[in-house]
């Protein structure tokens, strides 16, 4: 039972680059805004950027031009394309509806350290 379910985290030096990915139930994915969202060390979690369904998408001001997110409606797929990683996206990162969210899945560990 997918749900939500995060991948492609890890341990990566500032600088670097990490892809991350999360299958969705239909249910969950299909013909919605997704969203991913973040938790990083001492803070609440946060919008990261968000994608419609129709594929218009917002960065938020941390990540913009750094990060970059797209779906695959034929795979029920959220991506997100992080490129010149700093210390301070050190966190979970999670994704689930823009709007109506549903239980969270386990999210992805993404570490950012030399």
């Known amino acids: 039972q997918v749900q939500l379910v995060e991948s492609g985290g890890g341990l990566v030096r500032p600088g670097g680059a990490l892809r991350l990915s999360c299958a969705a139930s239909?249910?969950?994915?299909?013909?919605?805004?997704m969203a991913w969202y973040r938790q990083t060390p001492g803070n609440q979690r946060e919008l990261v950027a968000y994608?419609?369904?129709?594929?218009?998408?917002n960065v938020e001001n941390p990540v913009k031009g750094r990060f970059t997110i797209a779906r695959d409606n034929s795979k029920n797929t959220l991506y997100l394309q992080m490129s010149n990683l700093k210390s301070e996206d050190t966190g979970v990162y999670y994704c689930?509806?823009?709007?109506?969210?549903?239980?969270w899945g386990p999210g992805t560990q993404v570490t950012v350290s030399s």
């Open positions: 239909a249910h969950v994915f299909s013909d919605r805004p």
């Open positions: 689930n509806r823009m709007y109506n969210i549903v239980d």
């Open positions: 994608i419609t369904s129709g594929g218009t998408s």
